[in-house]
């Protein structure tokens, strides 16, 4: 998976993806409220599409994506805008670059349905974050497969349902702070339009 977006980094950025980020930025701007003494991190961050839009509004900034070529491109792009900010880039989730402790708010958009091991990932945001710190999930509502349907290598969620994630996310120590949909959009694939929506879940440790 890491290969394929590696290969799509330098071509990532369409008008498309820009305007769906802000969306999503402003929603977890909104939802969260981060200030500018925050430190946070982004986990996918993908080419910081989302995270270029929230810098103004933290102190500083971490970047976590598992691929490379995602990271370099993200990493550039804040290093433009904001390079005081930009506090640590790690490849991993466990990386010693991301202390345990260390994080006011993790955010991450379009990103979990892609990750197998759920509760893997859950316990690590919990460790990763200060007391009273917030999660903040962006990602797909339940959807039937379409969405996917046009990558083969795709082995990941078919979407969530929020409420069933925000109950799974209280068994790795967290408490419901909201949750809603807020976004709805079609998809251009071949032949066809895929309409999707997506939810916003923030959880409190």
């Known amino acids: 998976m890491a290969n394929r977006f590696d290969d799509e980094a330098k071509e990532w950025d369409t008008p498309y993806r ?17 200030s500018s003494t925050d430190n946070v991190l982004e986990f996918g961050c993908g080419t910081a599409l989302v995270s270029s839009n929230l810098i103004d509004s933290v102190g ?15 990493q550039a792009k804040i290093k433009a805008i904001a390079p005081k900010k ?21 955010y991450t958009s379009m990103v979990l349905h892609h990750v197998l091991d759920i509760a893997e990932v859950g ?4 460790q990763l974050l200060k007391p009273g710190g917030k999660l903040c ?14 990558d083969g290598s795709f082995d990941g969620h078919n979407g969530f349902d929020p409420e069933a994630l925000a109950q799974e996310f ?6 419901r702070d909201y949750c809603d949909t807020f976004y709805t959009s079609v998809k251009k ?13 923030v959880m409190k440790k």
């Open 18 to 34: 820009a305007k769906r980020a802000e969306a999503i930025a402003a929603e977890i701007n909104k939802q969260v409220k981060f």
């Open 60 to 74: 500083s900034l971490s970047l976590m994506d598992n691929s490379t070529g995602m990271l370099e491109v993200a």
């Open 86 to 106: 930009l506090a640590a880039a790690a490849s991993d989730l466990f990386s010693p670059l991301l202390p345990d402790g260390s994080f006011d708010g993790i």
């Open 123 to 126: 316990q690590r945001f919990y």
């Open 137 to 150: 999930i962006v990602d797909l509502n339940p959807d039937d497969g379409s969405f996917h349907a046009d």
């Open 170 to 175: 209280t068994g790795f120590g967290f408490t």
């Open 189 to 201: 694939a071949p032949g066809r339009d895929v309409p999707y929506s997506l939810f916003i879940l």
